[in-house]
């Protein structure tokens, strides 16, 4: 009996000490060796996806002397989120995406954050127009299309709220355009898929953005890749993997890099800067770093899964962007929305997302990351953050138990005469959510990215996931003012960031002949079709106004756009 105590008693003592163990790794970081490198390069960026890229970029042309390497662990670039296949492609512009507009308690609809996100895509419009212009994009079609954003409800609180959303946003110059409907008839025209087989009896209502736009992100961030490889000062190393930071004494890093092409042999490279744009294996790399502020998050992973239709006969009849709206108690993330994509040089359409529970922080990464990334600073918050977000596993639960005739049927609430046989299923990439500390709630579970960066500025990483690669060039102008604040305030630098982003330090929504200025140039560099914005905007036009000629072949415009 005694004996069966002890053993007892020890095996309980074993697994506190390893929990232990597991829960303090970060304060016995491995060793990092010396660098070869006494001259440290400028930066150092971790990823090689559509942030580091575009960092990569902005740096090249404010500071070309500056010496740039980037390490990606894959043997490609943009391979995980970035790519294609691995995000809904939206180019996110506020147009329908009704969580970004939530009703307030008085039954007005709040449109603070969808106007800032159809800010920030408009610098993102800029930034691409910029590059076109100096080669380093190919042709706009290659990676970004003229797709019109859709919003689609039913139910009569939903199709009010549908309706009062249209009226507060159109009356901002970015939003100017957006129509609005009941009409079956009309919705067909617009969407003949989500219409043909529906009850004609049933309340539905729509709006209808004819500047919205779909986009390849792996396509543009290749692209630019490929230019930035070309500057002497610029080198980039595949099937690379950061290992181990650590800061020296001088403010710099020593970043350990394992060739998992000669079987992990390791090096070490000296550092300025250090930019973690690593997608979900961001976080990871910030803790391994050590710096106090990586203490206040965690990541909370969910994958997702899209059904998608690659019949050309039906992907050319739906060219729309259409996005649903959450059910209740449903989180942001559960948004249904039937997207018409340009993939592989042929068209798709893509419905869902489909939530996929899962450990991992990267579509190629591995099942023990959720696990390594919990530490004794992190552990309790991430305990919290699941007691307060019930819904949240609830629906991931549900999700998990799905059947295809489960998908199917949901489908068909969009896509009324789909079968089954039309459809596949496909793993997108992953989204780590934010699990942040707050001064006065607590843990919080946080929706959209952030950039988090060390007090002295010699390191920041992006965490997060939505809207992401869609507003890259504004996140990093942001990363940009809080690392290198004082060249950000030099002359030199400002006359350069206007030159890529004409924009910058102003807002375009606030002045109808600013946004016509802005739109006229990007749609002609990109190829999209260009609304005029009426100077005295005020109230809702009657009718939509009809786009003006697009600088692109007609047969490459979508097909309402021609008949506006």
Known sequence: ?????????????????????????????????????????????????????????????????????????????????????????????????????PQLPDGSVETKRAVGIAEQFEVTRQFWAHQVGRGHLQSPETFVNATPHMSFVWGDDNIAFLKKRQQALVQNPLFYGMEYSEDQAQIKKWAPLMIEGRDP???????????????????????????????????????????????????????????LAKGGQEKTVKTKFVFVGAGGAALKLLQASGIPESKNYAGFPVGGQFLAIENPELAKRHDVKAYGIASTGSPPMSVPHLDARQLDGKPVVLFGPFALATTKFLKNGSWWDLFSSVTHDNLMGMLRVGIHNLDLVQYLMQQAE???????????????????????????????????????????????????????????????????????????????????????????????????????????????????????????????????????????????????????????????????
């Open 1 to 101: 009996m005694k004996k069966s105590i002890k053993a007892g008693l020890g095996a309980v003592a074993a697994l506190v000490l390893a929990a232990l163990l597991f829960l303090f790794w970060p304060l016995f970081p491995r060793s990092v060796p010396k660098a070869e490198n006494e001259q440290p390069v400028d930066v150092v960026m971790v990823g090689a996806g559509v942030m580091s890229t575009t960092l990569a970029t902005y740096l090249q042309e404010l500071q070309p002397d500056w010496k740039i390497e980037v390490f990606e662990r894959l043997d490609g670039v943009a391979l995980e989120s970035s790519n294609g296949w691995n995000n809904a492609g939206t180019g996110h512009s506020g147009f329908a995406e009704l969580n970004y507009t």
């Open 201 to 259: 009896a049933q309340k539905i209502a729509a709006t209808y953005m004819p500047l919205g736009t779909d986009v390849n992100h792996g396509v543009w961030t290749e692209q630019l890749m490929a230019s930035l490889q070309k500057g002497p000062n610029f080198q980039l190393h595949l099937q690379s993997e950061v290992t181990a930071l650590r800061q020296n004494a001088d403010k710099t890093w020593n970043v350990t890099v394992a060739d």
């Open 402 to 564: 799905l059947t295809d005739a489960d998908r199917q049927a949901v489908l068909a609430q969009y896509f009324p005469e789909a079968k089954r046989e039309d459809w596949k299923l496909v793993t997108a990439g992953q989204r780590v959510q934010i699990i942040k500390r707050d001064p006065e709630k607590g843990a919080v579970l946080q929706f959209g990215t952030e950039i988090v960066g060390s007090e002295d500025g010699s390191i920041a990483a992006l965490l997060g996931a939505s809207p992401g690669a869609s507003t890259a060039p504004h996140i990093m102008l942001n990363l940009l003012k809080k690392s290198f604040p004082e060249q950000m305030a030099s002359a030199e630098w400002k006359a350069r960031i206007q030159q890529i982003v004409p924009s910058y330090g102003r807002k375009i929504n606030e002045d109808a002949a600013y946004t016509n200025e802005i739109r006229r140039m990007t749609s002609s560099a990109l190829k999209l079709p260009y609304l005029d914005v009426p100077a005295d905007l005020g109230k809702k036009a009657e009718v939509a106004p009809a786009p003006a000629a697009a600088p692109r072949n007609a047969t490459q415009l979508n097909k309402e756009m021609q008949a506006l």
